[in-house]
């Protein structure tokens, strides 16, 4: 499942430009499995086994979601990179609110069925 539905350097975009260089790939690969697993299980359907048949909109809008999940991970697991903890919770606050919009999109039924068409 690892690193279907977004990439590293999109997570590292995401993340900001303090976030910690040193995390490990191992992290990284980790939350991208839970990532894309948090899509699959909240919006009730397989984007990763059904990715190579998806538009090009739905892999923006899973690219944008999974890897702002994964940025939220990394900027959590160490903020001291950031000129303050304020900085880090409002790049924090940005990518939730863009991510409960995008999982809205992906769950709306008329979306999935547009898709299966």
């Known amino acids: 499942m690892s690193w279907t539905l977004t990439s590293g350097a999109y997570v590292i975009d995401e993340s900001g430009l303090y976030y910690n260089s040193g995390i490990s790939g191992?992290?990284?690969?980790?939350?991208?499995?839970?990532?894309?697993?948090?899509?699959?299980?909240?919006?009730?359907?397989?984007?990763?086994?059904?990715?190579?048949?998806?538009?090009?909109s739905a892999k923006q809008i899973l690219n944008e979601t999974t890897a702002k999940l994964i940025a939220n991970n990394v900027i959590k697991w160490d903020t001291s990179g950031f000129s303050s903890l304020a900085d880090a919770t409002t790049l924090l606050d940005i990518n939730t609110d863009i991510i409960t919009r995008n999982l809205e999109i992906l769950r709306d039924q008329k979306y999935q069925e547009k898709l299966d068409a």
């Open 26 to 56: 191992a992290s990284l690969t980790r939350w991208s499995d839970e990532a894309e697993g948090v899509i699959v299980a909240t919006t009730r359907y397989d984007w990763v086994t059904n990715y190579a048949s998806l538009p090009t």
